[in-house]
C-alpha cells in the first residue's frame, strides 16, 4: 500500500506479524483461526534458518497433522522460490523479511537453504504434539517405564481390538471356564439388549483407568458397597426398599391398579410365548 505521497504504508498487522517473527524475540501470539498464525510462524523459521540456525535445531509443534504439513509447504515453497530468483528479485523478498537491505552473504545463503534443509537427517522438525510425544518416548522407552516397541493406538485399532474382545468374552468356552462372568453377561443382555451391551463395553473401555482404579479399591464386597454409595451419595440406613419407598409411595396408585398393571403384562408373555 501507499499514501498520497507515493510512500509505502504497512499496516499494523502486517507491523506486529514481522515483530512476533523476530528470531531474537520470545513472542507470544494469539489469533483467530485465519488470521496468519501459521503465515507468522513460517516467516520465523526462515528467518532463523536465514541468519545460521541448524534446521535440526528448530522444533515446530502444531495441534493437527493438517497444519502441520500446510507449515511445512510454505516454508519449502519460499526456500525453493528462493532458488529460482535473480539477485535483484532474492535480495527484495530478503529485505521485506527482514526489514532491511539484504546483505551479500545472505544471498548465497538463501540460495542454499532450500538444499540444506532437504539434505537435513529426518527434515525439517514440524509435527504435532503427539508425534513429538512417541518420539520421546520411543527415545526414553525405560525412563517412561513402556515397552521401547510399542506402538500408538488409533480410533480404527481400538474399535477392531474391542470387537475382537467381545467374541473372545462371547464364546462358549469363556463362559464355561466362568460361570459368574456368564451370568453376569446375561443378566447384561436381558437388561439392555445387545445395543446396550454394546454401549456397556464402549463405556467400560472408555473409563476402563476409573474401573481399574475402582477394582483395586474394592477388594472385598463390603469395601465395592461403600465405594457405590459414596458414589450414589446414598446413606447408610438407605436400602433398596427405602429409595423404592421415597421414589413411588405405595399409597401413589390404588395396590388393585398396581396389580392390574402386572396381571396385564404377565398375560402379555403369556400370548407371547403360545405365538
Not at 62 to 76: H, L, V
Not at 113 to 136: R, Y
Request: with cysteine; net charge negative; aromatic share 6%.
Amino acid at each position: 500500500m501507499t499514501d498520497d505521497s507515493g510512500m509505502s504504508v504497512i499496516s499494523d498487522t502486517t507491523l506486529r506479524q514481522n515483530l512476533a517473527a523476530t528470531p531474537t524475540l520470545s513472542a507470544w501470539v494469539s489469533a483467530n483461526a485465519g488470521s496468519g498464525k501459521t503465515h507468522v510462524l513460517a516467516r520465523r523459521v526462515i528467518r532463523l534458518l536465514l541468519r545460521g540456525a541448524r534446521p535440526s535445531a528448530i522444533l515446530c509443534l502444531t495441534y493437527t497433522k493438517a497444519a502441520s504439513a500446510e507449515m511445512s509447504n510454505r516454508i519449502f515453497r519460499t526456500l525453493g522460490e528462493w532458488v529460482r530468483l535473480d539477485d535483484a528479485g532474492l535480495a527484495g523478498r530478503i529485505a521485506e523479511l527482514e526489514g532491511r537491505e539484504a546483505e551479500p552473504h545472505q544471498l548465497i545463503r538463501a540460495r542454499r537453504l532450500f538444499a540444506t534443509a532437504l539434505e537435513t537427517p529426518g527434515g525439517l522438525k514440524i509435527q504435532t504434539i503427539h508425534a513429538f510425544c512417541e518420539a520421546v518416548l520411543h527415545r526414553f522407552p525405560l525412563e517412561a517405564n513402556i515397552p521401547g516397541h510399542f506402538s500408538v493406538l488409533d480410533d480404527q485399532k481400538a474399535t477392531e481390538l474391542l470387537a475382537e474382545a467381545r467374541r473372545q468374552l462371547m464364546s462358549t468356552q469363556s463362559f464355561e471356564n466362568d460361570p459368574d462372568l456368564a451370568a453376569a453377561v446375561t443378566e447384561a443382555l436381558d437388561t439392555g439388549g445387545e445395543a446396550g451391551f454394546d454401549k456397556l463395553l464402549q463405556g467400560l473401555y472408555a473409563r476402563r483407568r476409573d474401573y481399574m482404579a475402582f477394582d483395586a479399591r474394592a477388594r472385598t464386597p463390603q469395601a465395592a458397597e461403600a465405594l457405590i454409595r459414596d458414589a450414589l451419595g446414598l446413606l447408610p440406613q438407605e436400602n433398596e426398599a427405602s429409595l423404592v419407598e421415597t421414589a413411588w409411595p405405595l399409597d401413589a396408585l390404588p395396590v388393585d391398579y398396581i396389580r392390574a398393571v402386572f396381571d396385564f403384562a404377565r398375560l402379555g408373555q403369556i400370548i407371547d410365548q403360545g405365538l
